[in-house]
């Protein structure tokens, strides 16, 4: 494997304006995530902001039901637009998490 040129580095780190004006918040919502995953644990689980919202939308959930589909729970809390999910069955949508809505408590 040959060692890039100092010009053909910076080359292939730049990139075009739209993609460096959407970098910060993609690293900022990066970081956010690594340090949640890094702080939520078995644990700590129930000191999660999300957690009530969520066993009550899992215990509603599994009175109707015998099953928890993770689907379910962002559709019952709202975070999932039962269209866009449709969407992403029929592939309009490449990936979910493209659809789902998620505050700033859903990232850290």
Known sequence: MRKL??????RTTRSSPAVQSKQPAADELARLLARRR??????TYRDD????????????????NKVVAPID???????????KLEDWRRGRVPYLERV???SSGCSG
Request: glycine share 0%; hydrophobic share 45%.
């Open 5 to 10: 040129s100092q010009k053909e580095a910076e």
């Open 38 to 43: 890094k702080t939520t644990t078995v644990a």
């Open 49 to 64: 902001p999300l957690y009530p919202q969520i066993e009550r939308v899992v215990s509603a959930i599994l009175a109707k």
């Open 73 to 83: 729970v962002l559709v019952s809390m709202n975070l999932l637009a039962t269209e």
């Open 100 to 102: 789902i809505r998620c």
